[in-house]
Every structure is written in structure tokens, then in C-alpha cells.
Antibody
């Protein structure tokens, strides 16, 4: 059974940093392209970024609103996806989901940026 | 960026009604298109992939059609468990983009 479990969310002040993790199981993580999507409270879905499998260099792409502040990475030895978030802004407040593209999603982790 | 528009933004229908949701992309995305269902407090659930393929385990009353810029999600006979918000998404080009969602209610 495929499982994606996010962790690391919480309350952080503007300008602060947070690292989210997504622990994967039930599939071959090392060959999976992985994604982060976020959803602000009461709002729609917004793509955050993508990381290719290591065979393709683990290349990352980030959405414009987070580019230069957020970084996707992966540790295939731990079957874990990461999202390093720096210089956080109130508009980054959202539930952050990891997914495998469409079919499998985690339960989400809430990030609140507020003073 | 490819903009996705959905209509209606919300709808209310009776159990057993046929329901149609449309999504339009600002440029051709071929069949690189998904439909999701999301219930409050839950992650989105894939309903249709590649524009017209029913995801495993999804009831056959759901169907998808379209290609290029115009897409449709149809629920042939609305059931109480179909209540939620439906989102479309294109994956033809980065950034991946979603429609704003359609909230489905039961009358």
C-alpha cells in the first residue's frame, strides 16, 4: 500500500524557516518524480514544485511565488522528500501536500506564518 | 502560464441528477489533464486521468471528456457521497496549474 506521510509543519514567524518532510513507502521512491502542492485556508490548490528521479539528476522546478525561497530535495536512501522553506511570508500559510503526481497524496501538514 | 477556468463555481443538485462541470485551459494541453474530488479536511482524490480515463475504484457514474482546451466532468446520477469540491489540473506544461474548483452540494 502506498503511503505518503508529511511532517514538519507548524507556526513560524515571518522571515523564518521550516523544513517539511514526506516519508514514502509502498512504491519504488527512487524512480518516482515527486511533487509538493499547497492549499491556503479556504482556497484552491497551488503547485509548489517538482523533483525528478535521481536518474534524471534530481532536477527541480519551483513555482514562481516560492522560487529562490523554497527548495525541494530528496534522500532516496531514506525514501524521503523534503521542502526547505526560507524567508517565509504570511501568504505561505497553507496545508502542504506531497504527492506522486496525481494518484497518491499525503494527508498534508499545516504551515502557519504569523507574528 | 496556462490559466484554467472552471464553471460553475458551485452547484446544487438533487440526488439522481446528471451533473456537468466544465474546465477550459488558456492553451492546448492535449489530454494531459486530471479531475480531482476533494472533501473538507482531506487530500484531493484523483477521479479522472488523461482527460477521460476513470481512476481505479472510482464509481462508473463519473466520466470525463475533452481534449485541447475544453474538458468536461460528468456525474451521471449524483449521489450524497459525491458532495465536495472538484478541481481540474493540466500537466502539459510547467507550472502545473489547477482550476479554481467547483463546489457540489445536494439540494
Amino acid at each position: 500500500e502506498v503511503q505518503l506521510v508529511e511532517s514538519g509543519g507548524g507556526l513560524v514567524k515571518p522571515g523564518g524557516s521550516l523544513r517539511l518532510s514526506c516519508a514514502a513507502s509502498g512504491f519504488t521512491f527512487s524512480t518516482a518524480w515527486m511533487f509538493w502542492v499547497r492549499q491556503a485556508p479556504g482556497k484552491g490548490l497551488e503547485w509548489v514544485g517538482r523533483i525528478k528521479e535521481t536518474k534524471y539528476g534530481g532536477t527541480t522546478d519551483h513555482a514562481a511565488p516560492v522560487r529562490g525561497r523554497f527548495t525541494l530535495s530528496r534522500d532516496d536512501s531514506k525514501n524521503t522528500l523534503y521542502l526547505q522553506m526560507n524567508n517565509l511570508k504570511p501568504e505561505d500559510t497553507a496545508v502542504y501536500y506531497c504527492n506522486t503526481g496525481a494518484r497518491y497524496w499525503g494527508q498534508g501538514t499545516l504551515v502557519t506564518v504569523s507574528s | 502560464d496556462i490559466q484554467m477556468t472552471q464553471s460553475p463555481s458551485s452547484l446544487s443538485a438533487s440526488v439522481g441528477d446528471r451533473v456537468t462541470i466544465t474546465c477550459q485551459a488558456s492553451q492546448d494541453v492535449g489530454k494531459n489533464f486530471y479531475w480531482y474530488q476533494q472533501k473538507p479536511g482531506k487530500a484531493p482524490k484523483l477521479v479522472i486521468y488523461d482527460a477521460s480515463n476513470l481512476e481505479t475504484g472510482v464509481p462508473s457514474r463519473f466520466s470525463g471528456s475533452g481534449s485541447g482546451t475544453d474538458f468536461t466532468l460528468t456525474i451521471s446520477s449524483l449521489q450524497p457521497e459525491d458532495v465536495g469540491t472538484y478541481y481540474c489540473q493540466q500537466y502539459d506544461n510547467l507550472p502545473l496549474t489547477f482550476g479554481p474548483g467547483t463546489k457540489v452540494h445536494i439540494k
